[in-house]
């Protein structure tokens, strides 16, 4: 039987430009700063062939009702002034490509993090590649710790137990903040079934989905273990 990580047909390559792949907002003068490095659950411009019209995380109604700004919300109600630097690794993830890293998406590692979050892997052919993602995955992980950040994973929105397995491990080892999202997934009220006629479109998270996992993540975040780390 096809999982719905095999049934999503939205293209991993062009989601958005080079030079819009990041995005900042936020408090002018924070006291924490958060770095989301995801895919188009993350953020995805606006694709006209897949019926998409927003520039925000596919397939919430809004910008404001996506997991990132929704998390942003929850912290600024508990009283956080958040700055937030969004960066859409599609291309990375698709690629494996390491320099990448370096060129395309340096200013996530200069963007002086308290935290980072990590939503990423449904694009990275993972049946054909798994091992060598996982490496490079590692690697990004590992970059993030050298820079002070407080690291955040999370397992895939569409389950896949081989990665999802490994990413938990990853956290528990290395001591970062691990959320699950892999049981979301399945369940159709968590999805944007019925919403876009493009089939991959509406097997992302609707706006209940986004909400969900703005949910576990601030739960993650806000317990003692997930404050912000002070840095020296």
């Not at 998390?71 to 990448?100: D, F, I, K, Q, T």
């Not at 490496?135 to 389950?159: K, M, N, P, Q, S």
């Not at 990665?163 to 997934?185: I, P, S, W, Y």
């Amino acid at each position: 039987m096809c999982s719905d990580l095999e049934r999503n047909d939205v293209p991993a390559a062009g989601q958005l430009r080079a030079e819009e792949s990041i995005r900042y907002f936020g408090a002018a003068h924070p006291d924490l700063k958060i770095a989301f490095l995801g895919n188009s659950i993350t953020r995805h411009g606006r694709a006209e062939a897949l019926g998409w019209q927003g520039d925000w995380g596919m397939a919430a109604s809004c910008r404001e009702n996506d997991y990132v700004h929704r998390l942003c919300a929850l912290l600024e109600g508990a009283g956080r002034r958040v700055a937030c630097c969004v960066a859409n690794l599609s291309e990375w993830e698709r690629s494996r490509e390491m320099r990448l890293l370096e060129t395309r998406y340096a200013p996530v590692f200069s963007f002086g993090a308290d935290i980072a979050v990590v939503r990423l892997g449904e694009n990275a052919q993972l049946a054909e590649h798994l091992a060598a993602f996982q490496c490079c995955y590692a690697e990004l992980t590992h970059r993030l710790r050298a820079g002070g950040a407080t690291v955040v994973l999370t397992d895939l929105f569409w389950a896949y137990p081989p990665f999802d397995g490994f990413v938990k491990e990853l956290a528990a080892r290395e001591g970062d903040l691990f959320v699950q999202l892999h049981d979301l997934g399945s369940r159709e009220e968590m999805k944007a079934t019925g919403r876009f006629a493009h089939a991959g479109v509406a097997l992302h998270p609707g706006d209940r989905g986004m909400a969900e996992i703005a949910r576990r993540l601030y739960a993650a975040i806000t317990t003692p273990h997930g404050q912000k780390k002070e840095k020296p």
